[in-house]
């Protein structure tokens, strides 16, 4: 998968794609990450990138100009179509399923936005699609880029160790994962549950299995929902 990310701060990039897995993956040859600095293609002397909005109001917004060129650019360096993102409270609230599908194309364009907004017309003539990571304001989109990035990477086949992993996680399934316990058994009185010890799988299976479900229905009715469905009393 080739990964291009559009950004006015390129430099926050580095340590988070650098480090742990997104760093084993590009190593492995699994992926590959292209930083485009959207100010390159500013073609003034000021290289400007943002205006003041028409119609007045604070703060500045990014210009059509510059970013257009900046995406075409990018996609020139590679034959394949890139499937273009783009980081927005506006966006439809990312998730685990979404990571799943973004996963299986082999060119994905983020553009991580700074300022207030995007000129419309941004969204109206590259069509990328929007994503939020959640209901909240961040300074850029550069954080968010690297949260979606991250989730999908992770996904790519060989990635991951165990092959298994990614996919028996929270939110696979449907349900939060149970609570994981190791050494000491009797940590300052509290106490590894005795099932664990038992050495019964099929005990122990069911045990995690009541243990998701408890969880689930407690701390995130929205998943529960969706998994028990219309089941009563689950
Ligand atoms: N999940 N931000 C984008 C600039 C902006 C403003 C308006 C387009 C329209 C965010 C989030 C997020 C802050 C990134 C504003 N771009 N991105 N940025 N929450 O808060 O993804």
């Given at each position: 998968m080739r990964i291009d990310i559009l950004t006015l701060?390129?430099?926050?990039f580095a340590p988070i794609l650098g480090t742990s897995i997104p760093k084993r993956a590009a190593e492995k040859g699994l992926v590959s990450y292209h930083l485009t600095n959207?100010?390159?293609?500013?073609?003034d002397a000021h290289k400007s990138v943002d205006d003041r909005p028409f119609g007045g109001g604070p703060g500045m917004v990014m210009m059509c100009p510059t970013l257009y060129d900046a995406v075409e650019f990018a996609e020139r360096q590679d034959p394949r179509p890139a499937r273009r993102i783009l980081l927005s409270p506006q966006g439809r609230v990312f998730d685990q399923s979404m990571a799943v599908e973004l996963s299986k194309n082999q060119r994905l364009l983020f553009i991580a936005g700074h300022y207030?907004?995007?000129?419309e017309r941004i969204i109206e003539g590259l069509k990328p699609l929007e994503l939020s990571i959640g209901d909240y304001v961040l300074s850029g989109g550069e954080l968010a880029t690297m949260v979606v990035v991250d989730a999908i990477v992770r996904?790519?086949?060989?990635?991951?160790?165990?092959?298994q992993g990614a996919a028996d996680e929270?939110?696979?399934?449907g349900l939060l994962e149970f609570p994981q316990y190791t050494r000491p058994r009797d940590f300052r009185g509290m106490m590894v549950p005795d099932v664990l010890l038992s050495g019964n799988h099929a005990d122990i299976a069911k045990w995690r299995l009541e243990q998701r479900k408890y969880r689930t229905r407690d701390r995130r009715p929205d998943l529960w929902q969706k998994y028990a469905g219309g089941m009563e009393d689950v």
């Open positions: 701060f390129p430099e926050m959207v100010r390159d293609f500013a073609d207030e907004g995007f000129d996904l790519l086949p060989g990635v991951l160790g165990h092959e929270s939110f696979a399934e």
